[in-house]
């Protein structure tokens, strides 16, 4: 039962970063894009790489950014609330 446990745990953690990574990789990658939209169309002014830098940078601090984590949280929360529900309840 501990070793089911554990390999449930390891490849549960392993699929979650994959996931995760690539939401990531995605999410960012839009971003991007957004930012260099809207410098072809409205801006045009100054260095294009480093607005979208900046913009990045905002990005990374963003509560859209942070909610990626929700990736790890809610499965986690899920699998504990079946497994307490089917044991204790």
């Known amino acids: 039962m501990v070793l089911a446990l554990a390999r449930l745990i390891i490849v549960g953690f392993i699929v979650l970063t994959v996931i995760y990574v690539s939401l990531s ?3 960012r990658s839009v971003r991007r894009t957004k930012l260099r939209r809207k410098w ?3 801006i045009r002014r100054g260095d294009r790489e480093a607005f979208v830098q900046r913009g990045l940078k905002i990005y990374d ?3 859209r950014r942070k ?3 929700g990736v790890y949280i809610v499965p986690v929360v899920g699998i504990a609330v079946v497994i307490y529900l089917v044991n204790f309840h």
Do not use: G, I, K, P
């Open 40 to 42: 072809d169309e409205d």
């Open 67 to 69: 909610l990626l984590w």
């Open 25 to 27: 990789f995605y999410s």
């Open 61 to 63: 601090r963003s509560l």
